[in-house]
């Protein structure tokens, strides 16, 4: 599972003992996170790769698919209000480019994509609008 591929923006409730926990986890590591959001992601790579390992869950490696998956199961767009939607367009055009190189695009790979897309522009250009000065 890739590390650093910081292509969602998600907000979360959690319990601030829960926090606690994994920042006094996390900082007796030789580089402890140095934010919040990065002790959050930290934890959950950490935790995805043990349920990987355990079998417990599936590998996504493609950023389409991760898509797919979080529109099939009712979680929709991962990126609130358009934040990180730029990383997450490139990420996806990067992998849509390289597929189709390798011509092995379905079809439901190319709708998904153009979908994907679509909505992380509207979000973007929705943001953008909210922004602006009336």
């Keep these: 599972m890739p590390r650093n591929s910081q292509s969602a923006v998600i907000e979360v409730r959690a319990s601030i003992l829960t926090i606690a ?36 869950a599936e ?22 209000a358009g934040r990180g939607s730029k990383a997450l367009i490139e990420k996806l055009a990067a992998e849509h480019t390289a597929a189709r190189g390798k011509e092995e695009v379905s079809e439901v790979t190319e709708s998904q994509f ?9 979000k973007s250009t929705e943001l953008k609008r909210t922004e602006e000065p009336s």
């Design 59 to 80: 590998p996504i490696e493609s950023h389409i698919s991760a898509v797919a998956i979080m529109e099939r199961l009712g979680y929709g767009g991962v990126n609130k």
């Design 114 to 122: 153009q979908k994907s897309v679509s909505e992380a522009l509207n």
């Design 21 to 56: 926990s994994l920042a006094l986890h996390y900082d007796k590591r030789r580089h402890p996170p140095r934010s919040k959001s990065e002790l959050i992601r930290i934890a959950l790579e950490d935790l995805a790769s043990v349920l990987v390992a355990a079998n417990e």
